[in-house]
């Protein structure tokens, strides 16, 4: 079994699709998968929309 990612687990846990987190953010749906599988690095403007989103501070999704 697969570990989640803490990205994939804070969408998961505000009840939000990958689409919905898109539609809100204006990030693009293959942008958040990609950062959920730790394949791209977001840009600062993007992980603070996805960390006021989801409710958490960066530092607390991402450790850099």
């Not at 689409?19 to 953010?25: L, S």
């Not at 599988?37 to 403007?45: A, T, V, W």
């Amino acid at each position: 079994m697969t570990e989640l990612s803490p990205l994939r687990m804070a969408r998961l846990q505000v009840g939000k699709s990958q689409w919905h987190v898109a539609k809100e953010t204006g990030i693009s749906q293959s942008l958040v998968s990609l950062y959920e599988r730790g394949l791209r690095e977001p840009k600062p403007e993007h992980k603070k929309a996805l960390a006021k989103l989801y409710g958490n501070k960066a530092q607390e999704l991402w450790k850099s």
